[in-house]
């Protein structure tokens, strides 16, 4: 059973910083495709950064190119999401997400991954 818990989230002012930790149990992060997807009240699920299982290949949606780095520590089986510059936009409850055979062009659509995480709560205060 694949289980991915996620850490790091919190209150943070605009402009600071946060580091978001997905720890992956059941299964090996050689083998999927890890993303990051975020969901604020009123709104659809929306992609945010993903990393393919060599680790070669990125994705970012538009809003947090040059702010968010999705990283992973095959090592460890954890994915890390690392959040700067942050606006109030970004609040938000982020959720991590993985899969394996994920092709690029689905890398960002939640439909493509099979193992969600419960999420966790960033708050930008500004």
């Known amino acids: 059973q694949v289980q991915l818990v996620e850490s790091g989230g919190g209150l943070v002012q605009a402009g600071g910083s946060l580091r978001l930790s997905c720890s992956v149990t059941?299964?090996?992060?050689?083998?999927?495709?890890l993303g990051w997807f975020r969901q604020s009240p009123g709104r659809e699920r929306e992609f945010v950064a993903a990393?393919?299982?060599?680790?070669?290949?990125?994705r970012y949606a538009e809003s947090v190119k040059g702010r968010f780095t999705i990283s992973k520590e095959n090592a460890r089986n954890t994915g890390y999401l690392q959040l700067n510059s942050l606006k109030s936009e970004d609040t938000a409850v982020y959720y991590c997400?993985?899969?394996?055979?994920?092709?690029?062009?689905?890398?960002?659509?939640?439909?493509?991954?099979?193992?969600w995480g419960q999420g966790t709560q960033v708050t930008v205060s500004s």
């Open positions: 997400s993985a899969g394996s055979g994920i092709i690029l062009s689905s890398m960002t659509s939640s439909s493509a991954y099979s193992y």
């Open positions: 990393i393919r299982a060599t680790g070669g290949t990125t």
């Open positions: 059941g299964r090996s992060l050689r083998e999927l495709t």
